[in-house]
Nanobody, 121 residues
Framework: QVQLVESGGGLVQAGGSLRLSCAASGSLFSINAMGWYRQTPGKQRELVAAITSSGNTNYADSVKGRFTISRDNAKNTVYLQMNSLKPEDTAVYYC???????????????WGQGTQVTVSS
């Protein structure tokens, strides 16, 4: 069993900053890519940022230059530093990780429970 637990969401004024964290626990033979997605009511979940186990990153155009994704492989944790937040960044943010639970198991995608980020204008 693999669990992803997010923290760090909340309410912030436009222009402010928040840092999201997501810690993976359970049966973790290896973790490949980790990422953050977000979703607003009535819209599809969209990729915000992703990072591979070797540190290669990918960002949505809407957050480039404002958000930074990083990870601590020793702690099985991924972070999202969000600066210069805008009201349009308001969403539920979900952590995602591609995990092999054992050496011989396939890789599965796991999701956190989501954390609300609200940016007021």
């Amino acid at each position: 069993q693999v669990q992803l637990v997010e923290s760090g969401g909340g309410l912030v004024q436009a222009g402010g900053s928040l840092r999201l964290s997501c810690a993976a626990s359970g049966s973790l033979f290896s973790i490949n890519a980790m990422g953050w997605y977000r979703q607003t009511p009535g819209k599809q979940r969209e990729l915000v940022a992703a990072i591979t186990s070797s540190g290669n990153t990918n960002y949505a155009d809407s957050v480039k230059g404002r958000f930074t994704i990083s990870r601590d492989n020793a702690k099985n944790t991924v972070y999202l530093q969000m600066n210069s937040l805008k009201p349009e960044d308001t969403a539920v943010y979900y952590c995602n990780a591609a995990v092999k639970a054992t050496r011989f198991s396939p890789e599965y995608d796991y999701w956190g429970q989501g954390t609300q980020v609200t940016v007021s204008s």
